[in-house]
């Protein structure tokens, strides 16, 4: 990167600040409205989940490339079988959506808890990779975001990447850059996948704040995207990931990653050896 394009990059990041989106005004539960308390002036939000309902919520808004930061606080230990939630997904989910996420997997003690990642384009996912928590999520809110370019995705956890997926010129390597996406939240339960839940320990709870955006808002024209999401210039167009970031995403992988898809020889794949090649 030459001197004018640092210049110009240190120059975006300051000036193109994140806006706080307000819980009470931009954004709607999608199910379980008993199961959710919003704060008077819209900036928390707790999900509740018993053996009768969890809840969910997503943006009205559908964005295209952008910052999306979110403090999370998740359930008191002895939390097996929920699973809390932040992603992004384009709406009106088919065969073919995209998706980003991050969700939080209780346990019967704090140390059991997992990150679990995964993205899914064109409605192809096995892309999961998971880490333990490299702190209580429990005792206090916690930063967690995407960073979605149209050259990479990265998630961080307190401002620390944990993982970066990226564009990549080969056709067969799926990147999630047509669609628009919602921002989602939820609590749920799937004994399956995360085991039983002890409904004794009923009600969990999710809380939620400081949910803040610097992103492309993206409007629709019949099945056409406001173009504009690409073409006019923002911070993230030119931004790319720093060495010290490099450093970090391969520092928690080596200290708190329990799984990758790149490691699970019934999941890997010629297409897939790519991606992994190059996304650390």
């Known amino acids: 990167m030459n001197l004018f394009m640092s ?18 005004t931009d954004v709607t539960i999608t199910w379980g409205q008993s199961h959710v308390a919003k704060s008077r002036n819209g900036k928390e939000m707790e999900l509740k989940m018993d053996q009768y309902s969890g809840a969910s919520a997503q ?48 346990g019967s003690s704090t140390a059991d808890y997992k990150i679990h ?8 996912g096995n892309r999961e990779q998971e880490f333990r928590f490299p702190f209580d999520p429990t005792t206090n809110y916690h930063t967690y975001s995407f960073f979605w370019t149209p050259q990479q995705i990265i998630w961080y956890v307190d401002d620390i990447p944990i993982r970066v997926y990226r ?21 749920w339960n799937d004994t399956a996948w995360t085991g039983r839940v002890n409904w004794k320990n009923a009600p969990f709870s999710a809380h939620y704040r400081n949910f803040d955006v610097n992103a492309c808002v993206a409007w629709r024209d019949g099945s056409n995207v406001n173009s504009n999401c690409k073409i006019v210039p923002r911070f993230w167009f030119i931004y790319k990931l720093l060495p ?29 050896s790519i991606e992994c090649a190059n996304n650390p």
């Open 244 to 272: 010290w970031e490099r450093d970090m995403i391969i520092r928690m992988r080596e200290q708190y990653m329990t799984y990758d898809y790149c490691n699970d020889q019934k999941k890997v794949t010629n297409v897939s």
């Open 7 to 24: 210049f110009l990059l240190l120059f975006l990041l300051y000036t193109d600040k994140l806006a706080a989106l307000n819980f009470n």
């Open 59 to 106: 943006t009205n808004a559908e964005f295209l490339f952008g910052r999306f930061d979110m403090r999370v606080k998740l359930n008191s230990p002895d939390s097996t079988g929920t699973i809390t939630t932040f992603y992004l997904q384009s709406p009106n989910a088919d065969l073919w959506w995209d998706e980003a996420d991050f969700e939080f997997i209780g």
């Open 167 to 187: 564009k990549l010129s080969d056709s067969r390597i799926l990147y999630p850059d047509q669609k628009p996406m919602k921002v989602y939240t939820s609590l």
């Open 117 to 124: 990642t995964n993205l899914i384009t064109n409605g192809i």
